[in-house]
């Protein structure tokens, strides 16, 4: 099939470093925002051109606490396995980013975390793995958002995870609000003057060592994607965003890969709305004024 034939939100793409094909995940349930989950899919190509499946990537055991609004998983490889981050909600608990852990890219992953690793009173989406190097060995962080829901104005945070990632150390860190971004702008909700939306951090470091994030919000043609890039070069900031949107009508949710050459590309879905959402593959290029689209 092509990507056109694939109803999937929040697009996330890995090569697999053993057999080079690239495996796409993402919110694949039929209807995303209500009724009871299935679970994630997976799809696997060798030229991002035709794909093969879908795979059931993760399937809830009886008695998992989620069972509605399975978002984002994103998977990434770390001490040789494959840890799926993604966000899960249920009534009566906050939303927030587990971890689950499979030892190949298509799973099955299985929960990993004793239960999400964002803040248990906090309404959280779309955690992402970021890795820095300290002075006693990598430091694995996760960057996640903080809904609108509490606090009106989106907020992005951080917080270290332990080494295995089955945990959060310490205390999360506000790495920017919403409205921050010059191109964001706010949403009517009841409850709320104004809200701004955040979705989907993705961390990138260019070639020449500058740390970007993509993320998501509106903008003036609906949901859009822009860029904040870090002035000290590490998670902590502080971060200064794009004045305009990379992407900036009706898609978003996006992140970075290389393809078999080397060549950068941006996966976001587009357009925004159920059940027409696709995953969508642009040509990117870093260049000495930030990140943009090649085609």
């Given at each position: 099939?092509?990507?056109d034939?694939?109803?999937?939100?929040d697009?996330?793409?890995?090569r697999?470093?053993?057999?080079?094909?690239?495996?796409?995940?993402g919110?694949?349930?039929a209807?995303?925002?209500?009724?009871p989950?299935?679970?994630?899919?997976?799809?696997?190509?060798?030229?991002?051109?035709e794909?093969?499946?879908?795979?059931?990537?993760?399937?809830?055991?009886?008695?998992?606490?989620?069972?509605?609004?399975?978002?984002?998983?994103?998977?990434?490889?770390?001490?040789g396995?494959?840890?799926?981050?993604?966000?899960?909600?249920?009534?009566?608990?906050?939303?927030?980013?587990?971890v689950?852990?499979?030892?190949?890219?298509?799973?099955?992953?299985?929960?990993?975390?004793?239960?999400?690793?964002?803040?248990?009173?906090?309404?959280?989406?779309?955690?992402?793995?970021?890795v820095?190097?300290?002075?006693?060995?990598?430091v694995?962080?996760l960057?996640?958002?903080?809904?609108?829901?509490?606090?009106?104005?989106?907020?992005?945070?951080?917080?270290?995870?332990s080494?295995?990632?089955?945990?959060?150390?310490?205390?999360?860190?506000?790495?920017?609000?919403?409205?921050?971004a010059?191109?964001?702008?706010?949403?009517?909700?009841?409850?709320?003057?104004?809200?701004?939306?955040?979705?989907?951090?993705?961390?990138?470091?260019?070639?020449?060592?500058r740390?970007?994030?993509?993320w998501?919000?509106?903008g003036?043609?609906?949901?859009?994607?822009?860029?904040?890039?870090?002035?000290?070069?590490?998670?902590?900031?502080?971060?200064?965003?794009?004045?305009?949107?990379?992407?900036?009508?009706?898609?978003?949710?996006?992140?970075?890969?290389?393809?078999?050459?080397?060549?950068?590309?941006?996966?976001?879905?587009?357009?925004?709305?159920?059940?027409?959402?696709r995953?969508?593959?642009?040509?990117?290029?870093?260049t000495?004024?930030?990140?943009?689209?090649?085609?």
């Amino acid at each position: 099939m092509r990507l056109d034939d694939i109803q999937i939100r929040d697009p996330f793409v890995l090569r697999a470093p053993e057999d080079g094909r690239f495996w796409l995940f993402g919110s694949t349930d039929a209807d995303i925002w209500s009724g009871p989950a299935t679970g994630f899919d997976t799809y696997w190509s060798t030229d991002l051109e035709e794909w093969h499946g879908p795979l059931p990537a993760f399937r809830p055991e009886p008695g998992f606490w989620s069972h509605t609004q399975y978002w984002a998983p994103e998977v990434h490889v770390h001490d040789g396995a494959f840890f799926m981050f993604a966000t899960f909600t249920a009534e009566g608990r906050r939303r927030g980013t587990q971890v689950l852990r499979a030892e190949r890219p298509e799973g099955p992953y299985a929960p990993w975390s004793p239960g999400p690793v964002t803040p248990h009173d906090w309404e959280c989406l779309d955690g992402t793995l970021h890795v820095e190097d300290g002075p006693d060995g990598v430091v694995p962080y996760l960057v996640f958002c903080r809904e609108w829901k509490d606090v009106g104005d989106g907020e992005v945070h951080a917080v270290r995870l332990s080494d295995d990632l089955r945990e959060a150390i310490g205390e999360p860190f506000l790495l920017f609000r919403a409205s921050e971004a010059a191109w964001a702008r706010p949403l009517p909700r009841p409850g709320f003057p104004e809200v701004h939306v955040t979705d989907g951090p993705w961390m990138h470091r260019t070639r020449d060592g500058r740390l970007t994030m993509l993320w998501s919000s509106f903008g003036d043609s609906g949901y859009a994607m822009g860029v904040a890039t870090s002035g000290s070069g590490d998670v902590r900031g502080p971060w200064t965003q794009s004045d305009t949107p990379l992407w900036p009508a009706d898609g978003g949710h996006g992140m970075i890969f290389a393809d078999g050459a080397g060549r950068l590309l941006l996966t976001l879905h587009a357009p925004n709305g159920t059940p027409d959402e696709r995953a969508r593959l642009f040509p990117l290029e870093e260049t000495p004024d930030g990140l943009r689209l090649t085609a």
